[in-house]
C-alpha cells in the first residue's frame, strides 16, 4: 500500500468538505436535537466552571460549536482548513466571532489566550493528531480545558470490521456495519467523491481505525495536559431505543440513559459497545 502523507490529508478534507458543505448541516447526525442538548450542557458546564470568556473552536466546520458556544460565552476563534465550509458559519448572535482558514496544526494561536479549546468530531479527520493537540495546549492559559467530542472509538470499529457484510445479523448491526465500514460507498454515490479521496479524509478513522482511551490519554498527558478524563459515547442500538415509537421522546431519552449508564458501569468489557469517544483536558 502506497503511503500517505500529512499534506495529502489535509487536501481530501478540502476536496471533501467543499463538496459536503452545502448539505453538511442537514446530513450530519450530531445536528440532530437530542445531540446538540446534549453537547450544549456539556458545553455550558466547561464554560461556566473556567468562567470562559475566549473559546477556540478547532475543525470549526459550519459552526456546529460556535452557534451553540456563542450564546454562553463572549469570544470565539474558529479554525478550519476548508474555506468553503467557514462561508457557512453563522456570526450573527452575541459573541465576537473570528474565523481562520487555516490547518489546525500549524494554526499560530496567541498563546495561553483561551479558557476553552473544542474540536468537535474533528481529530478522525487528521493524519497526526499531535499537532493539533499541541495547537490547543499552547493556546490554553492554565487551568484551561480542551475539550473533544464524537471522535471514532477503535474498539467498535474493530469489532464491526470483523463482522460480514451479508451475515444474518440484526438490522441494528447491519445498518452499523454499512455506516462504519461501507460508509465511503455512500459518500461516492450521493456527492460524486471518490471513495479514495473520502478515506483519505477521514485518515484516522478509516484508515487508522480510530482512536483508543489509552492512545488518547498518553498523547494528551505527552503533550502537557495535567488531567485526562476520556469518555465513551453512543452505544449501539442507541438510536433505536431514542426513535422507539412505542414511548415518548422523553421516555425514549430516559431509557437510552439508563442503558448507557448501565453498560458504562461495566467497562471496560462494554468499551466495544460504544460507537465514539470524547476527552476532557484540563492544562
Not at 39 to 68: M, Q
Not at 199 to 216: C, D, H, R, V, Y
Not at 220 to 238: K, N
Request: hydrophobic share 35%; aromatic share 10%; glycine share 8%.
Amino acid at each position: 500500500m502506497r503511503t500517505i502523507n500529512y499534506s495529502e490529508v489535509v487536501e481530501a478534507n478540502i476536496a471533501l468538505h467543499t463538496r459536503l458543505a452545502g448539505e453538511y448541516n442537514s446530513c450530519e447526525p450530531q445536528f440532530r436535537p437530542e445531540n446538540l442538548g446534549r453537547v450544549d450542557a456539556l458545553l455550558k458546564s466547561t464554560i461556566e466552571k473556567t468562567k470562559c470568556k475566549r473559546l477556540l473552536d478547532l475543525g470549526c466546520g459550519t459552526g456546529f460549536i460556535i452557534n451553540l458556544a456563542k450564546e454562553h460565552t463572549a469570544e470565539i476563534t474558529g479554525v478550519d482548513v476548508t474555506q468553503a465550509m467557514l462561508d457557512r458559519v453563522d456570526l450573527s448572535g452575541p459573541a465576537k466571532i473570528e474565523l481562520h482558514n487555516h490547518d489546525t496544526g500549524s494554526f499560530e494561536a496567541e498563546p495561553e489566550a483561551y479558557d476553552v479549546v473544542t474540536a468537535y468530531s474533528f481529530l478522525h479527520h487528521l493524519y497526526d493528531v499531535r499537532p493539533t493537540l499541541n495547537t490547543a495546549f499552547k493556546a490554553l492559559r492554565k487551568g484551561g480545558v480542551f475539550y473533544a467530542d464524537q471522535d471514532p472509538n477503535f474498539y467498535f470499529w474493530e469489532a464491526i470490521g470483523k463482522l460480514e457484510r451479508t451475515g444474518n445479523h440484526h438490522p441494528t448491526v447491519s445498518r452499523e456495519i454499512e455506516m462504519t465500514s461501507y460508509k465511503d460507498e455512500d459518500i461516492e454515490k450521493s456527492f460524486g467523491v471518490s471513495k479514495d479521496v473520502f478515506n483519505k479524509a477521514e485518515f484516522s478513522k478509516n484508515i487508522k481505525g480510530g482512536f483508543t482511551e489509552e492512545e488518547l490519554r498518553e498523547q494528551l498527558l505527552e503533550v502537557g495536559f495535567s488531567e485526562v478524563e476520556v469518555f465513551h459515547y453512543w452505544f449501539i442500538g442507541q438510536a433505536g431505543l431514542v426513535n422507539d415509537p412505542r414511548f415518548d421522546k422523553g421516555q425514549n431519552l430516559h431509557h437510552a440513559e439508563l442503558t448507557g449508564d448501565m453498560l458504562q458501569s461495566i467497562m471496560p468489557l462494554s468499551r466495544h459497545l460504544f460507537k465514539y469517544l470524547g476527552f476532557f483536558a484540563k492544562k
